[in-house]
């Protein structure tokens, strides 16, 4: 290879293919959940990576514990997010009905209803967008019952 365009062609194709392969970058995310001013256990906390802003990614989700907090961990099995803009869902898990056989005939129970408004459980309806920045941080996610 004596042709200089054929080396600079070849690094092109070397440094495209090595793109291609590249993991987004993540960043360590934790935090809490509040309802109405106060912390929400048993929450489903997702965050969807928002290709309207040029974000791709895994899915990442966290469950809070009783004082509300969360650590998000991906899809993948990395810890984090990845870095850029989300949307961001909160569900509440009291609502889920419990694992079963759909099988056995017996009538699944009846489940309370939800503790946070239905907005916050739709990627293309919710008020939650955060950004994840390159280093490790705290979020706080406010959200109301009505």
Request: glycine content about 8%.
């Amino acid at each position: 290879m004596r042709n200089p365009g054929s080396r600079c062609a070849l690094l092109f194709v070397m440094l495209a293919l090595s793109s291609c392969n590249s993991k987004p970058p993540f960043a360590e995310v934790s935090g809490v959940v509040l309802l109405d001013g106060k912390p929400m256990p048993d929450a489903l906390v997702e965050f969807l990576p928002d290709p309207d802003q040029g974000n791709h990614g895994p899915r990442c989700s966290g469950i809070t514990d009783a004082q509300g907090r969360f650590r998000l961990l991906c899809d993948d099995g990395r810890g984090g997010a990845v870095v850029g803009f989300h949307r961001v869902l909160v569900q509440d898990m009291r609502t889920f009905p419990p694992p079963g056989n759909r099988q056995s005939g017996v009538k699944p129970p009846v489940m309370p209803p939800s503790r946070v408004s239905r907005r916050y459980e739709n990627a293309s309806i919710t008020p939650l967008r955060r950004q994840v920045k390159p280093e490790p941080q705290t979020i706080t996610l406010e959200v109301t019952s009505k």
